[in-house]
């Protein structure tokens, strides 16, 4: 039996997790009201046998049951969708809303967005009230409105409902943000459909922490000179990281150093161990253990007031207070059942936490130096002060890496070559930066000291991330494009399991194991390649304004867009590249057709398939040329009627360069199998 799977809150928080689960994949797997039956009966039960028998498998048995069905039934609670005062089911009804502003204002390059929290919505006749929370952008400009937290607004207009992915393997913001309760937004470009009817109604703690978020922000602002060194310090201090260009972000991600620029576990972490090295000295008289772990826990949350107590935050100095907590019991605690019990708690505030992948890396990544630190450093004993350090810091960079790398490429599909080399000097920076800046709001009431201060800091952040730089400028310092299923993330973090038990238990069950997961992570990879990779495809891809289509064969792409498109290559990276990624896209041209008819008019022959793209209106065709597939682009063709009058084509598809108004002329239900719009039905994909 696995060592870790007696641990009490080991088994708790496993099952309630399963449970959330399958709450959130198939929330329809069983009614909440027949699980609400089942639990209670579950409960009855195990009272039944405990007052009987007490007999402990059975017990244990029916109280995991019951924390299984208390983890789905959890979910479906907490979703807000399915109520009757959502405004999910008032949608048809809106002409005007009354909303209160959530959280902090963040600043895009052509907008402010903004969360709202729907209070009530107006009909045209009467006002009710709602539950719902929107996405609420305003465009930037002269006289763009200035909101904070807790004010109340009135606006014109109704939210419009988030899109599902409109392109293959896109990414699913609508799925993202209903974790959140989030199923609408608003655009806005005119203030005059803006009435700022409350100013900072509500004044609970969240007002006064983002107060001392902002008041923290404006002190770094005003005293650490350079607009690179203030966006690193604000992210390293506040976890505010507006700031921070693109260039500069993908050097940190580049060089391995990314996990710095969010405060999460290793902030407060750092934090945490600060306040131990300080109390060090009394650590052995009585009663420091409690007065530690008391002062440990107000400083900490100290911390998370100040950076606004947003999740990650929230998150990290829960798990260390939960740990603080621990300490003074001594052996009497052990480390897994604390951070499970941790885990737990966050669990029951917000079961939709475990879809996070802050929550999901925090956690790994502490597993990971719990677990594995140790016995990687008792591998190597340094005799030399420094080289014991560098050794330390690197183990603990490989435990964390070795914890996380799965989900890391799951998610971000690269890996960082040199992330040892850069943690080097990243961990330690980081450190030094997170003291520097506490300091720095410390004495930001004394202009000359903070002064000093600020600019020392200045100095620091600046070889910093020239460090970082000269990290990423090496040869091959980031694989990219890495493809994970699930499911192979999954396979690969069992494999890491039993590695670390082959080695700490030397048990042969465990080699059999990784044998055995590393066989079948090769058969999927095996299978994917023949089922997704191998073979010819066509996509007419859904971005509105513009022409996109690509052809896929074995691995290489045919790209046709326009200028505007092939340029922008932040569209690009959201909308067309997770489908090259997962058809195991290498190789990307921009391929010339190979015969023109007309102008406006393109046509070529791909492999027996002849495609057509018109995008311009045509007079004439050659009566011998029929076409497999048409595709019409920038509104080439005004009816069905004048298109299929002068071309022979099997399937027109209407791409996203077409007005919307014009392409539901075409749509008519006698036309569904011959003409498909992708501003309709998203993306076409076709095998050929």
């Known amino acids: 039996m696995l060592r870790w ?236 990281k507006d700031g921070i260009d693109n260039e500069l972000q993908r050097a940190y991600a580049s060089s391995g150093a990314m996990h710095v620029l969010a405060v999460s576990g290793l902030h407060v972490g750092i934090i945490y161990g600060l306040i131990l090295l300080l109390f060090k000295p009394i650590q052995h008289k009585a009663g420091a253990r409690w007065i530690v772990a008391a002062t440990s826990i107000i400083l900490l949350w100290i911390y998370a007031f100040i950076t606004g107590l947003s999740p990650s935050v929230l998150r990290a100095v829960t798990m260390f207070s939960f740990i603080a907590i621990a300490r003074p019991f001594g052996r009497a605690t052990n480390i897994y059942n604390t951070l499970a019990g941790s885990a737990f708690l966050l669990l029951i505030i917000n079961p939709f936490l475990i879809m996070s992948v802050g929550f999901q890396l925090s956690y790994l990544a502490v597993l990971g130096i719990v677990t594995i630190h140790r016995p990687l450093y008792m591998l190597i004993e340094p005799r030399h002060r420094i080289l014991d350090w560098v050794w330390n810091i690197s183990c603990v960079s490989i435990a964390a890496q070795l914890a996380t790398f799965s989900l890391g490429i799951l998610y971000f599909h690269q890996f960082p070559t040199y992330f040892l080399v850069s943690n080097l000097f990243v961990i330690p920076g980081a450190i030094v930066i997170l003291i520097g800046g506490v300091v720095l709001l410390a004495v930001s009431a004394f202009t000359p000291v903070a002064l000093l201060v600020g600019k020392l800091l200045q100095y620091f952040i600046h070889i910093l991330n020239e460090i970082v730089f000269a990290v990423e400028g090496l040869p091959f310092s980031l694989i990219e494009h890495i493809y994970l299923t699930t499911f192979q993330c999954w396979l690969l973090i ?174 008519e239900p006698a036309l569904s199998e011959i003409v498909y719009s992708v501003a309709e039905r998203g993306a076409f994909e076709i095998n050929l």
């Open 5 to 240: 799977i007696p641990y009490v809150m080991i088994r708790v928080v496993g099952f309630f997790a399963v449970g959330i689960l399958l709450g959130v994949y198939q929330p329809d797997a069983i009614s909440t009201k027949t699980a609400s039956y089942l639990l209670l009966i579950l409960v009855a039960a195990y009272f039944i046998v405990y007052s009987v028998r007490k007999e402990k498998l059975t017990l244990g048995i029916l109280g995991l049951l019951s924390l299984f069905l208390t983890g789905f039934i959890h979910v479906s609670l907490f979703k807000t969708s399915g109520r009757p005062d959502h405004l999910l089911a008032h949608m048809g009804e809106v002409h005007a809303y009354q909303a209160m502003i959530s959280d902090l204002a963040e600043e895009r390059e052509n907008s402010i967005k903004y969360e709202l929290q729907l209070l009530r919505i107006y009909d045209g006749q009467n006002w009710q009230e709602v539950e719902g929370r929107v996405l609420f952008y305003v465009g930037k400009h002269a006289n763009a409105p200035d909101y904070f937290y807790g004010d109340v607004l009135i606006v014109q207009g109704a939210p419009s409902e988030l899109y599902s992915p409109a392109n293959p393997f896109e990414f699913d913001y609508k799925r993202f943000l209903s974790f959140n309760n989030i199923y609408h937004q608003h655009f806005i470009n005119s203030t005059k459909k803006l009435v700022l009817q409350q100013r900072e109604s509500k004044r609970d703690i969240l007002f006064y922490s983002y107060k001392a978020r902002l008041w923290a922000k404006d002190q770094l602002l005003t005293f650490i000179p350079g607009i690179k060194e203030q966006a690193i310090a604000m992210a390293l201090v506040l976890g505010v």
């Open 494 to 667: 069992g494999i890491l399991v039993a590695i670390i038990l082959l080695l700490q238990f030397k048990q042969f069950a465990a080699l059999v194991g990784c044998a055995l997961l590393a066989l079948v992570f090769s058969l999927s990879q095996w299978l994917h390649f023949h089922t997704e990779v191998k073979g010819d495809r066509l996509i007419v891809y859904n971005i509105p304004g513009h022409t996109v289509i690509e052809w896929m064969s074995n691995g290489s792409s045919t790209f046709i867009s326009d200028a505007g498109l092939i340029s922008d290559a932040e569209r690009i990276r959201f909308h067309i590249t997770p489908n090259r990624l997962h058809r195991g896209v290498s190789k990307v041209e921009i391929k010339v057709p190979d015969q023109t008819v007309s102008q406006g008019v393109k046509v070529w022959d791909y492999r027996g398939n002849i495609i057509g793209i018109v995008s311009a209106p045509v007079t004439s065709w050659p009566e011998e040329l029929a076409l497999d597939y048409l595709i019409v682009s920038n509104n080439a063709f005004k009816s069905f009627k004048e298109a299929s009058s002068l071309i022979n084509f099997k399937v027109m598809i209407l791409d996203s360069s077409n007005k919307s108004w014009l392409a539901s002329k075409f749509l």
